[in-house]
């Protein structure tokens, strides 16, 4: 049995006209009307952005050219590159102005009370985000009422109840007070970080015969790295920078931190001016954070995002 087959149509000829059918310039507007409006709001996005960056990079980029200059350079021009590198600004603030002592001071400070705000608020929120009990929710929302709680109402029964402790102007009772200021936003912040980690790796464990305390530090915590190391760099950033509290607790000279240490070496130049110094000690603090950051900045994108993308 023969089939008949249906010739196909001959190919267009160069230059003649192809015909265009009501549906097809239909569906050609809108399309290209969409790829204006993104192409707009790909071009204003990126816009704003390149703003924001210059305003926040210009600053930090003058702040570490200043630090290199002398006084005279400072004022008289104080948008043009340093003549010289002068790095003996550096060391008279690490040394004359005992931004050495500051430094370690606010290293044993913030290393302390982030390791004991990671290992506390991490437990906390574990237990609040993988386990129901009896007051779960409220204990849950007192952490979020600290959240909101204006540190500054609290500073003089705060300043009696750590004097009462003996913990007042030392190390340790700074980290202790560092660790409570910065412990609601930690619950907070890893409670929604455990609920969107997987409950069928640690219900296996518990299948193999590992104890809670074992399941949570073996499994849950590396699993909950990304999250850890995002609330870490924002409780550093927040207690480098810290300086009320400090100020109202630490009043001791020989146990101040970074930030009382700025403040002082700007009170104490008087009319003198040591200002290149001053900028020197500035960029000092500025680094940590900075590195800081810049090391772990695609850790804290992916704890920022895990949440979105489950």
Same mark, same amino acid.
């Given at each position: 049995?023969?089939?008949t087959?249906?010739?196909?149509?001959?190919?267009?000829? =160069?230059?003649?006209?192809?015909?265009?059918?009501?549906?097809?310039?239909?569906?050609?507007?809108?399309?290209?009307?969409?790829?204006?409006?993104?192409?707009?709001?790909?071009?204003?996005?990126? +816009? *704003?952005?390149? &703003?924001?960056? #210059?305003?926040?990079?210009?600053?930090?980029?003058?702040?570490?050219?200043?630090?290199?200059?002398?006084?005279?350079?400072?004022?008289?021009?104080?948008?043009?590159?340093?003549?010289?590198?002068?790095?003996? $600004?550096?060391?008279?603030?690490?040394?004359?102005?005992n931004?050495?002592?500051?430094?370690?001071?606010?290293?044993?400070?913030?290393?302390?009370?982030?390791?004991?705000?990671?290992?506390?608020?991490?437990?906390?929120?574990?237990?609040?985000? @993988?386990?129901?009990?009896?007051?779960?929710?409220?204990?849950?929302?007192?952490?979020?009422?600290?959240? =909101?709680?204006?540190?500054?109402?609290a500073?003089?029964?705060?300043?009696?109840?750590?004097? $009462?402790?003996?913990?007042?102007?030392?190390?340790?009772?700074?980290?202790?007070?560092? &660790?409570?200021?910065?412990?609601?936003?930690?619950?907070?912040?890893?409670?929604?970080?455990?609920?969107?980690?997987?409950?069928s790796?640690?219900?296996?464990?518990?299948?193999?015969?590992?104890?809670? =305390? @074992?399941?949570?530090?073996? #499994?849950?915590v590396?699993?909950?790295?990304?999250?850890? *190391?995002?609330?870490? *760099?924002? $409780?550093?950033?927040?207690?480098?920078?810290?300086?009320?509290?400090?100020?109202?607790?630490?009043?001791?000279?020989?146990? @101040?931190?970074?930030?009382?240490?700025?403040?002082?070496?700007?009170? =104490?130049?008087?009319?003198?001016?040591?200002?290149? +110094?001053?900028f020197?000690?500035?960029?000092?603090?500025?680094?940590?954070?900075?590195?800081?950051? *810049?090391?772990?900045?695609?850790?804290?994108?992916?704890?920022?995002?895990?949440?979105?993308?489950?």
């Amino acid at each position: 049995m023969k089939t008949t087959e249906t010739p196909a149509p001959p190919p267009a000829e =160069s230059g003649s006209a192809v015909p265009v059918t009501k549906v097809d310039l239909a569906t050609k507007k809108p399309s290209t009307k969409k790829k204006t409006e993104g192409n707009f709001l790909n071009a204003f996005s990126h +816009g *704003i952005l390149v &703003i924001w960056a #210059i305003m926040v990079v210009l600053p930090l980029l003058w702040a570490v050219m200043t630090s290199f200059k002398d006084d005279s350079s400072i004022f008289g021009s104080p948008w043009s590159l340093p003549d010289k590198l002068h790095f003996d $600004n550096w060391s008279r603030a690490w040394t004359e102005a005992n931004m050495s002592d500051y430094f370690l001071n606010t290293i044993l400070v913030v290393g302390g009370s982030l390791i004991g705000t990671l290992v506390l608020g991490s437990m906390a929120a574990y237990v609040l985000a @993988r386990f129901d009990f009896p007051g779960n929710r409220f204990i849950y929302y007192l952490f979020i009422g600290g959240m =909101s709680f204006p540190i500054m109402l609290a500073l003089v029964p705060l300043f009696y109840v750590v004097n $009462n402790m003996g913990l007042l102007n030392s190390i340790h009772g700074l980290i202790l007070v560092y &660790i409570a200021y910065s412990l609601p936003f930690t619950v907070f912040f890893l409670t929604a970080f455990f609920r969107t980690l997987p409950t069928s790796v640690a219900e296996a464990a518990f299948v193999d015969g590992a104890s809670h =305390s @074992r399941t949570f530090f073996q #499994i849950m915590v590396p699993m909950a790295k990304p999250g850890l *190391i995002s609330v870490g *760099i924002f $409780n550093f950033l927040g207690q480098w920078n810290q300086y009320m509290l400090p100020t109202v607790l630490n009043t001791d000279p020989d146990k @101040r931190v970074l930030t009382q240490g700025l403040v002082q070496l700007a009170v =104490s130049q008087g009319y003198k001016g040591d200002w290149s +110094g001053l900028f020197a000690g500035l960029v000092m603090a500025m680094l940590p954070v900075l590195a800081a950051y *810049i090391v772990f900045q695609r850790q804290v994108v992916q704890g920022l995002t895990a949440g979105a993308l489950k």
